[in-house]
């Protein structure tokens, strides 16, 4: 039996629960998470993407009114308004879950429940929550882009339009925090292959032992944990487009295993022999100087020129000066949508930062910038104090203070910000785990 891919989390006090629900949902989806405590809940969410919540609707011993389960409810809503949430809770308690609905539950189940009742819910959320993602993907990449109006950028937006009709392999290049991504989604949804699926695979941050099994999947007894067959993210892709980021990163030794499905079209599971036909649409993105790196012998030539028909390269913000202020107001926008909130402007010193600043992280680190801006900001207005840009007052105070010193300043602040979380800290810098290991090994910064 074949495993949809969705990640569940499950949130009850009573182990014996958890242990019963992640052994009956783990045969038929991929990831299952389980907490006992559902205070827990923000920082896992903050931290991975979960399709669907089931979430207990008590959690103190003699109070049995469903308002820990109603108050947990509504802050997974905020912090992630499409994730599919399922109440569960004990017969004769079916109101205080209807008044669940009505603040944005999916459905709920009774305890205990009957499995085969309970599977068809979760099927039922996971499918809900799917398409609600395809949704939003649609609306952002057809309606809500900011391209920007500086040649470099309109040069490659308009690059991506006439390579998106053909079906031809898209190396983009870029800095970290460039959208590389979003380019791939552009191109994408303006394909042929728009309708089907877009896998994307971060290989940055993918482990070499699971590195086969991910991308070309497994038959049962492949190894020691493969229980089931399982499709890797190529099949997974089928008719679709995959997004292959940071594949600069990939070790000599695994880019002829992508070679290979590259030139045949084809994929190997783990523990087969026989090779399965593909049909997809492949987009790479490094931030890496692959010329330099084919010529250091860490990249291969012959894959070079595979994935690199068409060659896109994004353009850093700095490059961009007529932009900044522009994409500042889209993404306030976008925040205010995000966040529920009133109209909140920029004021006239703020607007001055963001034109000032160099924002080494791109747009990844404006869009971090003013989301914790329309966060923290009074009276519907974002200050300078608010953007937390004190890189720009260091540099003006210092002119030789040299820019490796900043990033070490920045990176040992992060952390330390973070309780030295890579995660959490690569994201707020605009970099991948990869390139912020990479700079701890440089300067030498230690985290443990």
Not at 123 to 141: C, M, P, T
Not at 190 to 216: A, P, Q, T, W
Request: proline share 2%; charged share 30%.
């Amino acid at each position: 039996m074949k495993k949809t891919t969705a990640t569940i989390l499950v949130i009850d006090d009573q182990e014996d629960i958890l242990f019963t629900a992640k052994m009956l949902l783990k045969k038929h989806f991929e990831t299952i998470y389980t907490l006992n405590n559902p205070k827990n809940v923000i920082q896992l969410l903050a931290e991975n993407h979960i399709d669907l919540v089931l979430l207990d609707m008590n959690y103190r011993i003699g109070f049995e009114d469903g308002k820990e389960g109603l108050y947990f409810l509504k802050e997974i809503k905020k912090l992630a308004p499409n994730t599919v949430v399922i109440l569960m809770t004990a017969f004769g308690k079916v109101e205080t879950a209807v008044e669940g609905l009505k603040n944005g539950a999916f459905d709920y189940v009774l305890k205990p429940w009957d499995n085969d009742k309970l599977l068809e819910t979760v099927k039922k959320g996971v499918g809900f929550a799917r398409k609600n993602q395809k949704d939003i993907i649609l609306n952002e990449s057809t309606n809500n882009y900011f391209i920007g109006t500086s040649k470099n950028i309109e040069k490659a937006y308009s690059l991506a339009e006439k390579v998106a009709k053909t079906d031809a392999n898209v190396l983009i290049l870029g800095e970290n925090g460039t959208g590389k991504y979003v380019m791939a989604h552009y191109i994408h949804q303006n394909s042929g292959r728009k309708s089907n699926e877009f896998i994307h695979v971060d290989l940055g941050s993918l482990n070499e032992n699971i590195f086969e099994s991910e991308l070309f999947g497994y038959v049962k007894g492949a190894f020691t944990d493969a229980k089931i067959d399982t499709i890797g993210k190529f099949e997974a892709a089928q008719k679709g487009t995959i997004f292959l980021d940071e594949i600069g990163n990939v070790p000599l030794h695994l880019q002829s295993k992508l070679l290979q499905v590259i030139q045949t079209k084809t994929v190997t599971r783990l523990g087969e022999t026989k090779p399965r036909k593909i049909d997809v649409r492949i987009i790479t993105a490094t931030n890496l100087d692959l010329k330099a790196e084919v010529a250091a012998k860490n990249f291969r030539e012959d894959l070079y020129y595979r994935i690199n028909t068409m060659e896109i390269v994004l353009p850093a913000l700095r490059e961009r000066i007529e932009d900044k202020i522009p994409l500042a107001h889209f993404l306030l926008e976008k925040m205010i949508d995000k966040y529920e909130k009133n109209k909140i402007i920029f004021d006239a010193k703020a607007l001055e930062q963001i034109a000032k600043h160099a924002w080494n992280g791109n747009i990844r680190e404006m869009e971090n910038r003013i989301e914790r801006a329309v966060i923290l900001c009074e009276n519907n207005t974002i200050k300078p104090s608010d953007l937390d840009l004190e890189i720009i007052m260091l540099h003006e105070q210092n002119d030789d203070f040299q820019l490796s010193d900043i990033e070490k300043n920045t990176i040992e602040k992060v952390l330390l910000k973070n309780e030295n979380n890579i995660s959490k800290s690569a994201e707020e810098l605009g970099l991948s785990r990869a390139a912020l290991y990479r700079r701890l090994e440089k300067y030498n910064i230690q985290t443990s």
